[in-house]
C-alpha cells in the first residue's frame, strides 16, 4: 500500500473512532442516566474504581479464573488432539461426542455444572475451559491428521521410532494449527469468564457490570464492559501475533 | 567414518561374491482387490544403477516403496545383501518425490536429520553435513528454509540428506519429477557426477526415457495390468556419462527401443476410463 493511502486510512479509522465517542458522549447527555452514561461519565467512573483498587482486584480475580480455565483448554486439548489423531478407534469412538459438545452452545451447561458442583472456583473454571478446549481440539486433530504422509514416509524411511515421529513431525507440524486454536480459545474462554462471573459466584469484571446494573449505576457497569472490550481486542491481538510467530511454512507446498 | 562403511560392504560383497546387493524374487503387490504387480523378478548388483520406467499406475513408486521396507509384499520376496527386508533399514536411503523436506528445519537440520536418527555425535554430524551440502552444491544456504529455496534446491537438500547417511543403496522415486525441465537436466548430470565420486547401488523410478537411458545401466519396463517385468534392457553406454552421451547415435537407439516398447501401453493407459 502506498504511503498516502495508509495515512487516509489512519486519519479514516481515528476519525471513526472519535465520531464514535462524541455519539456515545451526545447520547449519554441527552438520555435518562438509568439507561446510558455518557463517555466522560464511564472514565471518571473508571478512574474512580482504579484508583480505590477495586477494579484491579476484580480484573484480577477475573484473570485468575480465565488464565486457569484456558490453561487446563490447551493442555487438554493439545494432548487429548494430538491422541485423537494417532490413534484411530479413539478418535472414531469420541468424534461424535466432541462434535456435539463443540456444537452446543455452551452457556446450556452452566445450571446443569451449578447444580452439581455449586458456586466454587473449580465451576466457574470448568466453564471457561468448556467455552475453550473445543477450538483447542479441533484445530489440533484436524492439524495433526492434516501432516503430509511424505514426511511420515521420510520418517519411517530414516529408522524413526514413534517417539522420534512425534518430536520431529507430529509436534511441529500440529504447532501452528495449534496456534490457530489457541486465537479461538482466547476469545471463546473470554466469553466463558464472563458467562461464569454472571451465572455462578458473581465475581471479577462481570459482577462489577451486574452491581452496576442492579444499582443503576450505568457509569460503573459500562466502564467494566469498556474494559472487558479493550481486554478482547488485546487478547485477539495477542492471538493473532502468536499464529504469525509459529506459521512462517504454512503456506509451503512443495 | 567413512572408512569404516566402505570396509564393512567390501567385506559383505566379498563373503558372497556372487550374491547381488537386492534381489527380487517372484515379487507381487496387492491392495484390497486391485493386483499392482506380480511375479516381478529382478537382482541388482553393487553400484549398479538400474532404472524402473513404466506407464502411470503401473506400481513403479510401490516397488520402489517395498524396497525401502516401507511397505510389505504382498507375495515373494525381496533381499538385501542376503537379509530379507521387513522394514526400513540401515544402508537404504531414499530420496522423494516432493522432496519430503521438514518445513520448520533449516537445510542444514534437514540434511542432518538421518545422522541424528542414526544417534551420531553432534562434531561427526557436522562434519558430514558440511561435506553433503558442498557436495550438492548448497553451500552457503545451511541456514534458508525448505519454502525459501527453489524446487531445485530443494531436491539437492533432500539428495544430500539421503547420501549423509552412507547409504549403500540409494533409492530415487521420480527424483527430478517435480522441478522444471532445465533444472531437471542440471540435476541429473550433477548426480551422475556425484556418483561417479561415491558410487553406490541405485535404484531410481522415472517417467523420462531419457532420464532412464542417460543414468541407468539396465533399465526395468514394466508393464501389463497388473504389470510385470516386460523387458530389461542393458543400457551399453560408456560411463562417466555427460552431456556428450545424449549425442551418440547408441543413445537415440535405446531412447526409441524402449519408446516404442512403452509406447502403445502409454496410450493404452491415457485412453482407460476407471470403472
Known amino acids: 500500500m502506498r504511503p498516502q493511502r495508509t495515512w487516509l486510512r489512519r486519519i479514516t479509522i481515528a476519525s471513526s473512532l472519535v465520531l464514535g465517542a ?78 456435539m459438545l463443540y456444537a452446543t452452545p455452551m452457556v446450556a451447561l452452566i445450571p446443569f455444572i451449578l447444580s452439581i458442583m455449586g458456586f466454587g472456583f473449580a465451576p466457574k473454571v470448568l466453564v471457561v475451559f468448556l467455552f475453550a478446549v473445543f477450538p483447542m481440539l479441533y484445530n489440533t486433530i484436524e492439524g495433526a491428521r492434516s501432516v503430509r504422509p511424505e514426511l511420515v514416509e521420510v520418517a519411517r524411511s ?73 481486554l478482547g481486542v488485546g487478547l485477539m491481538d495477542l492471538g493473532r501475533w502468536l499464529e504469525r510467530r509459529f506459521a512462517p511454512w504454512r503456506a509451503y507446498q512443495p | 567414518m567413512r572408512a569404516a562403511t566402505e570396509t564393512k560392504s567390501e567385506r559383505i560383497s566379498a563373503s558372497a561374491e556372487a550374491q547381488p546387493r537386492i534381489r527380487i524374487s517372484r515379487a507381487g503387490m496387492r491392495y484390497d482387490a486391485a493386483q499392482v504387480f506380480r511375479d516381478i523378478d529382478l537382482d541388482i548388483g553393487n553400484r549398479e544403477v538400474v532404472a524402473i520406467i513404466g506407464p502411470s499406475g503401473c506400481g513403479k513408486t510401490t516397488l520402489l516403496r517395498c524396497i525401502d521396507g516401507l511397505l510389505p509384499l504382498t507375495s515373494g ?18 530420496v522423494f518425490q516432493h522432496f519430503g523436506l521438514f ?137 562417466p556419462r555427460e552431456r556428450r552421451t545424449l549425442t551418440l547415435p547408441r543413445f537415440a537407439q535405446l531412447r526409441e527401443h524402449v519408446w516404442s516398447t512403452l509406447m502403445a501401453e502409454a496410450l493404452r493407459a491415457e485412453y482407460e476410463v476407471r470403472k
Open chain 2, 77 to 94: 520376496e525381496l533381499r538385501l545383501e542376503g537379509e530379507p527386508v521387513r522394514g526400513p533399514r540401515e544402508g537404504v536411503a531414499m
Open chain 1, 158 to 230: 530414516f529408522h524413526s521410532g514413534e517417539w522420534r515421529l512425534w518430536c520431529d513431525v507430529m509436534i511441529p507440524h500440529t504447532l501452528p494449527f495449534m496456534m490457530t486454536g489457541l486465537r479461538q480459545a482466547i476469545a471463546r474462554g473470554l466469553v466463558g469468564m464472563v458467562a461464569a462471573e454472571f451465572f455462578l459466584s458473581p465475581s471479577g469484571l462481570g459482577q462489577m457490570i451486574m452491581m452496576g446494573s442492579q444499582n443503576f449505576d450505568t457509569a460503573g457497569m459500562l466502564a467494566a464492559i469498556l474494559l472487558i472490550v479493550l
Open chain 1, 22 to 99: 462524541v455519539v456515545w458522549q451526545v447520547a449519554g447527555q441527552f438520555a435518562s442516566d438509568a439507561f446510558w452514561a455518557p463517555l466522560s461519565a464511564t472514565l471518571a467512573s473508571l478512574v474512580g474504581v482504579a484508583k480505590s483498587g477495586v477494579l484491579l482486584r476484580q480484573a484480577l480475580s477475573s484473570f485468575e479464573l480465565y488464565l486457569a480455565g484456558l490453561a487446563v483448554a490447551v493442555a487438554v486439548g493439545a494432548l487429548l488432539g494430538m491422541l485423537l489423531a494417532r490413534v484411530g478407534w479413539l478418535r472414531v469412538a469420541l468424534e461424535d461426542y466432541i462434535m
Open chain 2, 103 to 239: 518445513p520448520w528445519k533449516t537445510v542444514a537440520q534437514n540434511v542432518a536429520y538421518g545422522l541424528k536418527l542414526a544417534g551420531r555425535g553432534a562434531d561427526a554430524i557436522a562434519a558430514k553435513v558440511a561435506e553433503c551440502i558442498e557436495l550438492v552444491g548448497l553451500a552457503g544456504f545451511e541456514h534458508y528454509y525448505p519454502w525459501q529455496i527453489s524446487g531445485g534446491m530443494q531436491q539437492r537438500c533432500g539428495l544430500a540428506r539421503a547420501l549423509a547417511v552412507e547409504p549403500r543403496v540409494l533409492l530415487m522415486d521420480e527424483p527430478f519429477g517435480a522441478v522444471d525441465a532445465q533444472t531437471r537436466e542440471i540435476l541429473q548430470f550433477e548426480l551422475l557426477k556425484i556418483w561417479e565420486m561415491r558410487p553406490t547401488t541405485m535404484v531410481f523410478v522415472t517417467h523420462s526415457i531419457e532420464e532412464a537411458v542417460l543414468m541407468g545401466d539396465r533399465i526395468v519396463v514394466l508393464k501389463g495390468r497388473p504389470s510385470t517385468v516386460h523387458e530389461v534392457v542393458e543400457v551399453d553406454l560408456p560411463r
